[in-house]
């Protein structure tokens, strides 16, 4: 009986790491939703504070969805404030709805995630896409609460951007810049 209480407790630690993280990819609602977690392995370090999922890792948490080889999940000090999200795959992706109803998704070789600086990081193949407008380079970083996001290339390798200027309008703005009157 020890045993699985014991298992239990590491289980249920290790779920919470990775709900202390994944609001940086949620909209208004998603954060506020259960964390789901599905892998073919699990491993928790409890005196490091870090969770390891591997194999098939699916994360969701209301309309976000994270799919990588290997989700590393640390709180340095156990302070959750500072927890950190890795995500690798060949690639790792993500989808999302956001609250203008337009999604979001991108897939990279690592993900990497900051909670205390809000900063998401997509190095090795990295893609963003929403509805036909993309950017891709080998680094792409968004800081979340500023909406900056700055895309890098590589050696020999460029950003390449697609805007799509009619998806890119304001629905609640004229074309011309003016807003409407009621």
């Known amino acids: 009986m020890k045993f699985k209480m014991n298992k239990s407790l590491k289980l249920l630690t290790a779920t919470l790491l990775l709900a202390a993280s994944v609001p940086a990819f949620a909209l208004t609602g998603d954060s506020d939703q259960p964390v789901n ?43 959750s404030k500072k927890t950190i999200v890795d995500a690798y795959g060949n690639p790792a992706t993500f989808y999302q709805m956001q609250d203008s109803g337009k ?9 990497h995630y900051e909670l205390e600086k809000d900063l998401v990081e997509l190095t090795g193949n990295a893609y963003l896409e ?10 792409i970083t968004y800081l979340v609460k500023e909406q900056k996001m700055q895309a890098f290339g590589s050696t020999g390798k460029r950003v390449t951007t697609v805007l799509v200027p009619s998806q890119l309008q304001d629905k609640g703005t004229p074309s011309n810049g003016q807003k409407k009157s009621n």
């Open 130 to 139: 929403q509805l036909d407008s993309n950017v891709k380079g080998d680094r």
């Open 37 to 79: 977690v599905d892998s073919e392995n699990q491993a928790l370090d409890m005196q490091g504070n870090v969770a390891t999922f591997t194999g098939k890792v699916i994360v969701t948490q209301g309309t976000i969805k994270i799919t990588a080889d290997k989700v590393v999940v640390t709180r340095p000090g156990g302070d």
């Open 103 to 111: 999604p979001v998704q991108g897939h990279a070789q690592k993900m």
